[in-house]
């Protein structure tokens, strides 16, 4: 791996506090659907997070462009912090679209599947904050790829019980955006975890 000058070490920092505010973002969306009160206060305070998550975007992108010696590829490094952007998104669009559907209870599989996308931004802080001396990335980062199967398979059964249990056809089309949605950020987490692995990959 390339060597850094000491003053492109900002890039691990940057990681860091990227996906320590992705984590944030998750957190807040998990607890939203399990506490389910304060909705605009808690949208608005995640909004705030996905705005600060495009701040750190745009760092780690100026620090690219100024940077002549980097620790990873260069492209890797700008699709590693593109893919973190890419959680907040789907974390915020799930925070709105809770309130724009007028949701008046979650069911038990948006709670859980909102938490693993929590687990998935905790995990991801871990491997963040670990990529200068990799000590447990690789371990961290197969959390968030189990955790991505065990979304996608509630998901799908989620769904399936909608259509089956389901009476109202506006109720259906709600609860399977928001399973959707919930698992897109889902998947977002598991692309985020595989660009980090890629642009390990190729360091070695």
Do not use: C
Request: net charge negative; aromatic share 6%; proline share 2%.
């Amino acid at each position: 791996m390339a060597r850094l000058l000491p003053q492109d070490g900002k890039f691990f920092d940057l990681f860091k506090a990227d996906a320590d505010n992705l984590a944030a973002a998750a957190g807040q969306l998990a607890e939203m659907l399990q506490e389910f009160d304060r909705l605009d206060q808690r949208v608005n305070s995640i909004q705030a997070l996905e705005k600060k998550g495009d701040h750190f975007t745009e760092q780690i992108g100026d620090r690219l462009a100024d940077a002549f010696v980097v620790p990873f590829d260069r492209e890797d490094i700008y699709e590693l912090a593109a893919r973190l952007d890419d959680v907040v998104d789907y974390i915020q669009a799930v925070a709105e679209t809770v309130v724009i559907y007028g949701v008046e209870v979650p069911t038990p599989e948006s709670r859980r599947l909102a938490q693993i996308l929590a687990e998935q931004g905790d995990e991801l802080a871990k491997a963040m904050g670990s990529l200068q001396s990799r000590k447990g990335v690789a371990e961290a980062l197969v959390r968030v790829h189990d955790l991505e199967h065990e979304a996608d398979g509630l998901s799908r059964a989620a769904i399936g019980r909608l259509f089956k249990e389901r009476q109202d056809p506006l109720e259906v089309i709600k609860w399977r955006d928001l399973y959707d949605a919930l698992e897109n950020g889902s998947d977002a987490a598991e692309d985020a975890a595989e660009a980090a692995e890629r642009m390990l990959h190729k360091a070695t």
